[in-house]
């Protein structure tokens, strides 16, 4: 339907024009009211843990010596890399603030990514279907939700998107733009070369019938690899690896060593099989709130009248999908790896609510209510899936107790995440390897009896136990949890009640020369 289609609603029709004809400020409306979502969700005082944790350090270890640092193993630099430029700009003075930062970059840049959503978007759409493509993914609540981890994630998605978008381009440069934004891209993640794969592809499907068109593409491979070879010579240097072709060789060694191995049901099929079984179902839970609703009709619209652009989507869905696949064939249960179909699964949504709208006379009333149903199921849903992030600046709490208290302790994941959080010195920025992280914990996992336990932890220097009661510990920690009586040889140091403290945790020192007489 296009813009000047006349409708009944004088008044909703110059409001729909006004916006249509202000793509900037009407971008800029749902840009500052996506940012506003994520600041109100946002985890303030939170300490990082995990993954953003490890990028927290080389962010901070780079923006210290001045060069990428060594003793890293994992590859995605790209991300810390940038943080560490903001780390060297602003000065705090503790170290929670500085992981409050690297919280905000990644909100920043998950919300700016809404725009190059929206000129993709308008390679197949008016402005109308555009700004509504863009809004679909500014208020999409799981990529709300990890923008606010400090992860690469944000990143990755807008290199993607804004490479796909300059990829589309009747332009040769910015087709080749595209080839630079996809190295980027490649550096946030190392998944981002298979974007390589598909520049490629689309590149000798829509020249192929011009002229030098291996010398445009070789210039296109050139511009990639150039980026790349200086930091794949500084990971190497750094680390021993690239970071790049040795994690996918890894990854199809890996995956002939699973499916061959003893425990694999049916072999290779079988790992493949799993794979597909887990991306279906992780496909079906990430389309929820809004794109369920609207995808299995966008599927068969991206499949009519296919032009290079349309291809494009196809063949970008097919391959970026491919490490999901291989992560999900080997267990692995995270949502993360498809996040990067959200910009592409707003061009299919778009396509069906375009189709749809067609159909009805009070097309202007519909999308009214297709924006309102976008944007409260988004708050729904985030309000439902929000974070506890009261029990997790508690379990920080905590944390600064164990590490206060004790050297040797069991693990309790994910709440002993934050022990190394809580280790860190006040003041801030410091080398890690500066950092004394003297709590270590030891695995539970195979024992049934906490007497085997500490028997067989007191060498790896186990000191202290620190229990939850939650119903996922082993049993035999559960009952020191709840009938601490029966063990003389443990004392209560630490009761979390003390301090008013909802998360209810009990550290216990043992006392060793007890624990010998009696066992």
Not at 9 to 27: G, V, W
Not at 94 to 107: A, E, G, I, K, P
Not at 254 to 276: D, M, P, Q, Y
Not at 424 to 447: D, M, Y
Request: charge should be positive.
């Amino acid at each position: 339907m296009s813009e000047s289609t006349p409708i009944r609603s004088p008044h909703l029709k110059n409001s729909l024009d006004y916006l249509t004809k202000r793509p900037a400020f009407s971008l800029f409306v749902i840009v500052c009211a996506s940012l506003l979502l994520r600041l109100y969700y946002f985890p303030y005082n939170v300490p990082l843990i995990l993954d953003s944790l490890n990028y927290f350090f080389y962010a901070t270890d780079t923006s210290i010596l001045g060069h990428f640092p060594s003793g890293y193993n994992f590859p995605n630099n790209g991300w810390p890399a940038l943080v560490s430029v903001f780390f060297s700009t602003f000065h705090f003075n503790n170290f929670l603030d500085y992981m409050t930062l690297q919280r905000l970059l990644s909100v920043s840049v998950s919300t700016l990514t809404t725009i190059p959503v929206y000129f993709l978007c308008n390679r197949f759409f008016n402005r109308t279907y555009s700004l509504l493509g863009a809004l679909l993914f500014a208020f999409e609540p799981h990529v709300i939700q990890n923008s606010l981890l400090g992860i690469t994630d944000p990143l990755y998605i807008l290199l993607a998107t804004t490479s796909l978008f300059l990829l589309m381009s009747n332009k040769i440069k910015a087709v080749y733009a595209s080839f630079a934004i996809a190295s980027l891209c490649a550096m946030a993640r190392y998944e981002g070369l298979l974007l390589f794969g598909v520049l490629s592809i689309v590149f000798f499907l829509r020249f192929r019938r011009e002229n030098k068109v291996i010398l445009r593409y070789l210039l296109g491979v050139s511009i990639f690899v150039l980026l790349l070879v200086p930091v794949a010579y500084v990971r190497i240097q750094t680390t021993g690896s690239d970071g790049l072709t040795s994690h996918i060789i890894a990854g199809g060694d890996s995956a002939i060593t699973i499916s061959s191995s003893e425990n694999s049901k049916f072999g290779f099929l079988g790992f493949v099989a799993t794979g597909f079984e887990n991306l279906f179902k992780y496909l079906g839970w990430i389309s929820l709130p809004f794109f369920i609703f609207f995808l299995p009709t966008g599927i068969y619209y991206i499949f009519k009248n296919r032009d290079y652009n349309k291809i494009t989507v196809i063949i970008s869905i097919i391959i970026m999908t491919i490490p999901a696949l291989y992560a999900y064939a080997r267990g692995i249960q995270d949502t993360r790896y498809l996040y990067i179909l959200y910009p592409l699964f707003c061009i299919m949504t778009i396509f069906t609510i375009q189709a749809i709208r067609k159909k009805m006379k009070a097309s202007n009333i519909f999308l009214i209510l297709i924006v309102g149903g976008i944007v409260f199921s988004s708050i729904i849903f985030l309000d439902i899936k929000k974070y506890d992030y009261e029990h997790q600046r508690e379990s920080f709490e905590v944390g600064n107790h164990v590490a206060v208290l004790a050297n040797g302790i069991n693990d309790y994941y994910p709440e002993d995440s934050y022990i190394i959080p809580a280790e860190l010195p006040e003041n801030w920025p410091a080398l890690k390897t500066s950092v004394n992280f003297h709590v270590h914990a030891i695995s539970t996992q195979g024992f049934d009896s906490l007497e085997k336990y500490i028997k067989d932890s007191k060498s790896k220097g186990l000191t202290h136990l620190v229990l939850d009661g939650d119903k996922d510990r082993p049993a035999f920690l559960n009952d020191v949890y709840f009938h601490d009586e029966k063990y003389p040889y443990l004392l209560k140091v630490y009761d979390s009640t003390d301090n008013k403290l909802k998360y209810h945790v009990k550290i216990y020192q043992i006392n060793y020369n007890k624990f010998d007489q009696i066992n």
